[in-house]
């Protein structure tokens, strides 16, 4: 079975066989070495002069992210599932929080944000998702993170990249928090988050809030290359593993294939029919609106053996979503745009001729030519 799913993704084999080693002890030179050599890695790729990894999933990154570095109020950016999330972590800690609420096909307006900030002096932190998952939809975050630090640079961004960290560049100029998740773009199992913080994130965390979730322990910690508690050991030496590979291909190649990848997708689905759901769609992930989406899932998974993403609340059946995140082989990502081709047309929608392969290759390899 492929799994196409926009998280958890598929862990290549020399990243499983990294891990595959016996457990070292995480209070060892050893192991403090290869924490060391992560960390740096992960800084790199977040372009940013801090970071923590947490033994958690992502929530529990985007948790500490709003118990550290909010104290007063927050605006929360809910245009969908993970947006609202946040929303109900800042409800659950008693902070009071605005919400700019949208569809979950439109990404949110600089415009939008500027208003509540002037609206609302006492709002000290952004929460927003770069890529909100739930539609498959791109925020312009860069944007909105400048506005942000116009109307007041003490305000802290707060930016969820679990599906967008590792799939592409983004501009962390203006971003304080930039959280990533294990099991999304960097192709390891669940159960390990990351964030990126920035200097001034690092001076407002201060001595930090919380117990196991309190950023300034483990800053503290991870500056000498150890953590607060124990360490989740076989993740961390699978970080450094993917990290390891993703530098030896180089970053611009990696997010090049990724790009070209999501593009040739897209390009083959809407010439197959499909109709994006997303108005600014991710390069994560490609979003379908469907009222048959739970047929074609079906014919997909059971005809050809690919496993991929429905929807959620409201767009439960209408949607299907087919994972762009990692070190995808091309001829796999060809394979599902073909397989949708086909489900297509044993659901008498289209006759099947080709069309979506033959699109998906020559949008993929102009891309990765450079003639487009
Ligand atoms: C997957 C995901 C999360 C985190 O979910 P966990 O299940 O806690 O790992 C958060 N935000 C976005 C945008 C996601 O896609």
């Given at each position: 079975?492929?799994?196409?799913?926009?998280?958890?993704?598929?862990?290549?084999?020399?990243?499983?066989?990294?891990?595959?080693?016996?457990?070292?002890?995480?209070?060892?030179?050893?192991?403090?070495?290869?924490?060391?050599?992560?960390?740096t890695?992960?800084?790199r790729?977040?372009g940013?002069?801090?970071?923590?990894?947490?033994?958690?999933?992502?929530?529990?990154?985007?948790?500490?992210?709003?118990?550290?570095?909010?104290?007063?109020?927050?605006?929360?950016?809910?245009?969908?599932?993970?947006g609202?999330?946040?929303?109900?972590?800042?409800?659950?800690?008693?902070?009071?929080?605005?919400?700019?609420?949208?569809?979950?096909?439109?990404?949110?307006?600089?415009?939008?944000?500027?208003?509540?900030?002037?609206?609302?002096?006492?709002?000290?932190?952004?929460?927003?998702?770069?890529?909100?998952?739930?539609?498959?939809?791109r925020?312009?975050?860069e944007?909105?993170?400048?506005?942000?630090?116009?109307?007041?640079?003490?305000?802290?961004?707060?930016?969820?990249?679990?599906?967008?960290v590792?799939?592409?560049?983004?501009?962390t100029?203006?971003?304080?928090?930039?959280?990533?998740?294990?099991?999304?773009?960097?192709?390891?199992?669940?159960?390990?988050?990351?964030?990126?913080?920035?200097?001034?994130?690092?001076?407002?965390?201060?001595?930090?809030?919380?117990?196991y979730?309190?950023?300034?322990s483990?800053?503290?910690?991870?500056?000498?290359?150890?953590?607060?508690?124990?360490?989740?050991?076989?993740?961390?030496?699978?970080?450094?593993?993917?990290?390891?590979?993703?530098?030896?291909?180089?970053?611009?190649?990696?997010?090049?294939?990724?790009?070209?990848?999501?593009?040739?997708?897209?390009?083959?689905?809407?010439?197959?029919?499909?109709?994006?759901?997303?108005?600014?769609?991710?390069l994560?992930?490609?979003?379908?609106?469907?009222?048959?989406?739970?047929?074609?899932?079906?014919?997909?998974?059971?005809e050809?053996?690919?496993?991929?993403?429905?929807?959620?609340?409201?767009?439960?059946?209408k949607?299907?979503?087919?994972?762009?995140?990692?070190?995808?082989?091309?001829?796999?990502?060809?394979?599902?745009?073909?397989a949708?081709?086909?489900?297509?047309?044993?659901?008498?929608?289209?006759?099947?001729?080709?069309?979506?392969?033959?699109?998906?290759?020559?949008?993929?390899?102009?891309?990765?030519?450079?003639?487009?």
């Amino acid at each position: 079975m492929l799994l196409f799913t926009p998280g958890p993704t598929p862990v290549p084999e020399a990243i499983r066989m990294a891990m595959a080693g016996p457990t070292i002890h995480h209070r060892t030179p050893e192991f403090e070495a290869i924490f060391k050599e992560a960390r740096t890695r992960l800084m790199r790729l977040f372009g940013m002069d801090e970071c923590v990894m947490l033994a958690s999933s992502g929530t529990g990154a985007m948790e500490s992210c709003v118990t550290n570095l909010c104290a007063k109020k927050a605006l929360t950016v809910n245009a969908g599932k993970f947006g609202e999330r946040f929303g109900k972590i800042v409800e659950a800690f008693g902070l009071e929080h605005v919400e700019l609420k949208y569809a979950w096909d439109t990404p949110a307006s600089v415009e939008d944000v500027k208003a509540a900030l002037l609206d609302d002096p006492d709002i000290d932190a952004l929460c927003i998702q770069v890529c909100e998952s739930a539609g498959g939809l791109r925020h312009p975050v860069e944007k909105i993170a400048a506005a942000v630090k116009a109307v007041n640079p003490d305000i802290m961004v707060i930016a969820d990249g679990i599906t967008a960290v590792g799939v592409e560049p983004i501009d962390t100029t203006h971003i304080d928090a930039l959280i990533a998740g294990s099991q999304k773009a960097l192709m390891l199992p669940p159960g390990m988050a990351m964030i990126g913080l920035s200097d001034a994130a690092v001076k407002k965390v201060g001595d930090g809030n919380g117990y196991y979730f309190n950023l300034a322990s483990e800053i503290k910690k991870q500056r000498q290359n150890t953590t607060a508690y124990t360490a989740p050991t076989t993740l961390v030496i699978g970080l450094n593993k993917v990290l390891e590979m993703i530098e030896a291909k180089g970053y611009e190649t990696f997010y090049l294939q990724t790009r070209a990848r999501a593009l040739a997708t897209r390009a083959a689905l809407e010439a197959v029919g499909c109709q994006l759901y997303p108005r600014t769609p991710a390069l994560s992930m490609s979003a379908v609106y469907d009222e048959e989406a739970n047929a074609v899932r079906d014919i997909l998974k059971t005809e050809f053996s690919v496993n991929i993403a429905g929807g959620q609340d409201h767009l439960k059946g209408k949607l299907f979503r087919i994972n762009q995140m990692g070190l995808i082989p091309v001829h796999e990502s060809a394979w599902v745009v073909n397989a949708v081709e086909w489900a297509y047309d044993k659901l008498d929608r289209r006759p099947y001729d080709g069309t979506a392969s033959r699109i998906f290759n020559e949008v993929y390899y102009a891309n990765m030519n450079g003639n487009v």
